[in-house]
């Protein structure tokens, strides 16, 4: 992957030529993974984010160099992004998580 400049958007035509992708190719994605979602102007463009892009780059890894199918690059992505979610209960949850867990390995050790 060739590095991305420092932007905060980005428009299709950009996209493709830091993907290598067609514009068409983008935008089918777009319709078939959930986890591209680029924001639209006023005008109606598509606006990509890093998060995007980082994304495409992924299910390109996914399809052209590991043979995955749409559907299993479908759940490889879909797991992944369940991987980088933060985890649901909110903060004190979290820790409280941590704490039992630490104290489990305390009192193995």
Known sequence: MDSVPQKRYFKISEVSVLTGLEPYVLRFWEGEFSA??????????????????????????????????????????????????PPRGGTSEVLKGIVDELSQIREMI
Request: hydrophobic share 30%; charged share 40%.
């Open 36 to 85: 591209i979602r680029p924001k639209r102007a006023d005008s109606g463009q598509r606006m990509y984010r890093q998060c995007d892009i980082d994304v495409i780059f992924e299910i390109k890894r996914l399809l052209h160099h590991e043979r995955y199918t749409i559907e299993g690059a479908k759940k490889m992505v879909s797991a992944r992004g369940r991987e980088l979610e």
